[in-house]
T-cell receptor, first 115, second 116 residues
């Protein structure tokens, strides 16, 4: 089955700096890669996702890049703000024709933005 | 759009009782819903996949007779923890996939279960 590795497990940045979280996946059939933000005591919130037919996607201060050959994808947050502090999870899934819509999650990265 | 609700948000029960958790897609129809369990400071662990009108598919190691799942409509799935024990205390989260055919999952806010 799919295995998703996520690094780092914790990340502290100064307000205004950029944060980068990296994930690798093992199943070359995976073609959908969402990123979720989870605040304490709440459910995960989808913040951005990318499909395997594109290499990069951007939404304001958040961007995701995908390298299919190397089987890794990264989340980039620019101009970080204290409200960006949370746990971020990457995930991977593949088409139902090749399996199911099940998401395989990384172990999470706790991001702390220091004012 | 794409809002998923869960009820209750918190529940405390006595050991041996059963607890039902509801997951609703509020503004879309979901043919598939997923139930996850999350331990403190850990990632999400998929428990089962709930398909509308059919039996749920449970992940290896998850007892189907203990965690009863019913997906009776395109907007509602329920998880019942039967004969709850303290080790069942956890954060339970559901997600729903839009029936239109995308693979995007939207998560509910979670239910904190505490078994005394």
């Amino acid at each position: 089955g799919e295995n998703v590795e996520q690094h780092p497990s914790t990340l502290s940045v100064q307000e205004g700096d950029s944060a980068v979280i990296k994930c690798t996946y093992s199943d070359s059939a995976s073609n959908y890669f969402p990123w979720y933000k989870q605040e304490l005591g709440k459910g995960p919130q989808l913040i951005i996702d990318i499909r395997s037919n594109v290499g990069e996607k951007k939404d304001q201060r958040i961007a995701v890049t995908l390298n299919k050959t190397a089987k890794h994808f990264s989340l980039h947050i620019t101009e970080t703000q204290p409200e960006d502090s949370a746990v971020y999870f990457c995930a991977a899934s593949k088409n139902p024709g090749a399996g199911s819509y099940q998401l395989t999650f990384g172990k999470g990265t706790k991001l702390s933005v220091i004012p | 759009g794409a809002v998923v609700s869960q009820h209750p948000s918190r529940v405390i029960c006595k050991s041996g009782t059963s607890v039902k958790i509801e997951c609703r897609s509020l503004d879309f129809q979901a043919t598939t819903m997923f139930w996850y369990r999350q331990f403190p400071k850990k990632s999400l662990m998929l428990m089962a996949t709930s398909n509308e009108g059919s039996k749920a598919t449970y992940e290896q190691g998850v007892e189907k007779d203990k965690f009863l799942i019913n997906h009776a409509s395109l907007t509602l799935s329920t998880l019942t923890v039967t004969s709850a024990h303290p080790e069942d205390s956890s954060f339970y989260i559901c997600s729903a996939k839009d029936r239109v055919g995308t693979d995007t999952q939207y998560f509910g806010p979670g239910t904190r279960l505490t078994v005394l």
